[in-house]
């Protein structure tokens, strides 16, 4: 299909959707906090822009998740890679980490709210937990799953232990990384979103939680429409390619 | 043999893990109001399993799944491969569903609360837009992968469209049918966890944090521990098997990345 083809199809869908639900939301016998028009949504966002309340709450989400990401990426991957250096080692860790990893975070919420108390810590354990195991359990699958023949290869080259962590395990073990990166903060985002609703005093999960105690319907759809637009975002520009790029680059394909 | 050592390997960590947390407790390095020692944890999970409580909060937090299940996959996958068909729906479709996987879960509950006020309707709502967009994106993505030769084959050798669909498409659709429904539960279980937290008063999700409003962390390391045991025995023994089955059967390994 042509390129503006593709463009015409996409405005006329878009805007047939607006206005259904527009008509929608104008005839419709219900009221007007069930179904606020796409107007409304608009209005609210500008609103809560110039109150400079929106870019507070899409920042202080946004720093929580990039605090977890960065914290699975410093600990998280080397704490993979250590485990997966042995393979006993690892044959007995498997089992444990694939249970914790299996836990979201927000099944420990209740505990850590008894822990930490209600605010901030007990938001930003729920998270970093919740990325943090899916990073670990698979930078140590991605190292078990290199194929011992380029381990004993350099071996024979007389490549020292260090250089066979650098060289073999450490490459080979990325595309494992990249895709735990990508599965941890997908869960992460949603497990944030899921914490600021609960304990939360702020951020995007508060902000469509709160708001839906007052009735403004406009401001929850503001609000999933970022969260999901932020995700969209995150996924397709810095996740995937990198995970594309190290499948493509370091990825062993074996058959 | 050699899997009975596997397994009993296996079981090593979680007896190491129950020792430490045991002598933890037991010499008072942790108060037991923070972390209960192990025995008081067993006490309470045969209190509410003999009171039959934790088992309507297990069959409440598994039904939930069914349904969600039930209603959305079939849907899912007649939708997708319907739009997948269509070569002006699809490009246009495809990324409109991928904004709704992004949102999918936990991030719908103040609209289902809205819609529906508190109780299942809102849950099974959830779980609804959780599970089917993401079935649905993959069937679109299965179907739409197919490498056009076997359509073709089929086609020159004299078959219809509906062959096409139920003996090319559908099989061929199959794998990333089945990774989505994988994903979706796992998307959905965890998103159920906290919607019942907030949405019902059933559940093992309203089970850990009822407890926490009264502090029995004991009860609460119970549901932690059943939630963790549900999703990897459902896992284990009905997913990565219907995973591998499903791509050993029909796998398009010329099409895997």
Same mark, same amino acid.
């Given at each position: ?18 206005? /259904? ?6 005839? =419709? ?39 977890? /990401? ?12 250590? =485990? ?24 420990? =919420? ?48 007389? &490549? ?34 899921? /914490?600021?609703?609960?304990? &939360? ?9 709160? /708001? ?44 | 043999?050699? !899997? ?30 923070? *972390? ?21 909060? +297990? ?89 056009? +030769? ?26 990333? $049918? ?11 279980? !965890? ?12 559940? *093992? ?14 009860? $609460? ?23 591998? !089955?499903? $791509? ?10």
């Amino acid at each position: 299909m042509a390129r503006w083809q593709l463009a015409t199809t996409w405005v006329v869908f878009l805007g047939g959707a607006l206005a /259904a639900w527009s008509l929608a939301a104008a005839t =419709l016998p219900v009221p007007a906090y069930v179904l606020p028009p796409p107007l409304a949504v608009l209005t609210s966002g500008t609103e809560l822009i110039t109150k400079g309340i929106l870019p507070m709450y899409v920042g202080e989400s946004l720093r929580r998740i990039v605090l977890a /990401a960065g914290l699975a990426m410093l600990v998280g991957v080397p704490a993979g890679l250590l =485990l997966g250096l042995s393979r006993r080692i690892a044959d007995v860790m498997y089992p444990l980490l694939n249970f914790f990893q299996s836990v979201s975070g927000i099944a420990w =919420l209740p505990l850590m709210l008894v822990w930490f108390g209600f605010g901030e810590r007990t938001i930003l354990a729920a998270v970093n937990y919740t990325v943090l195991f899916p990073v670990i359990f698979n930078a140590m699958l991605g190292v078990r799953s290199v194929p011992r023949i380029y381990v004993n290869a350099l071996r024979t080259l007389g &490549g020292s232990r260090w250089r066979i962590v650098r060289d073999v395990l450490l490459p080979g073990a990325l595309p494992n990384i990249a895709t735990g990166m990508r599965l941890g903060l997908a869960y992460g985002w949603r497990a944030l979103i899921a /914490a600021e609703m609960l304990v &939360g005093a702020n951020g995007l999960g508060f902000m469509i939680f709160n /708001a839906q105690n007052f009735h403004l319907t406009a401001r929850i759809m503001l609000g999933m429409t970022i969260i999901g637009l932020l995700w969209l975002l995150l996924d397709y520009f810095v996740l995937r390619p990198l995970e594309e790029a190290t499948i493509a680059r370091w990825g062993l394909v074996q058959r | 043999m050699k !899997r009975l050592a596997a397994t009993g390997r296996g079981v090593l960590p979680f007896l190491a893990l129950g020792v430490v947390w045991d002598l933890l407790t037991r010499m008072q390095v942790v108060p037991a109001l923070f *972390l209960p020692p192990p025995i008081d944890v067993l006490r309470t999970a045969w209190e509410l399993g003999r009171d039959g409580s934790l088992w309507i909060d +297990i069959g409440a937090s598994l039904g939930r799944v069914l349904i969600g299940l039930v209603v959305s996959v079939p849907l899912a996958v007649a939708l997708g491969v319907a739009v997948g068909l269509n070569r002006w729906l699809a490009p246009i479709v495809e990324p409109v569903v991928g904004f709704f996987n992004a949102l999918s879960g936990i991030a719908w509950l103040p609209l289902a609360i809205t819609w529906f006020g508190l109780g299942w309707t809102s849950v099974t709502f959830i779980m609804f837009n959780t599970i089917f967009f993401l079935v649905f994106f993959n069937t679109l993505v299965g179907v739409r992968t197919v490498p056009k +030769i076997f359509e073709n084959a089929v086609l020159t050798l004299g078959g219809g469209r509906r062959h096409v669909i139920l003996q090319v498409l559908l099989p061929g659709a199959l794998p990333s $049918i089945v990774t989505g429904i994988r994903m979706s539960i796992g998307f959905g279980w !965890r998103a159920l966890i906290a919607a019942e937290m907030i949405a019902t008063t059933t559940g *093992l999700g309203f089970l850990i944090y009822n407890a926490s409003n009264f502090h029995q962390t004991d009860a $609460i390391v119970v549901g932690i521990l059943a939630i963790g045991t549900l999703w990897l025995a459902t896992d284990r023994l009905v997913l990565q098997p219907l995973e591998r !089955r499903t $791509i050993e059967r029909w796998g398009l390994v010329s099409t895997a990345p």
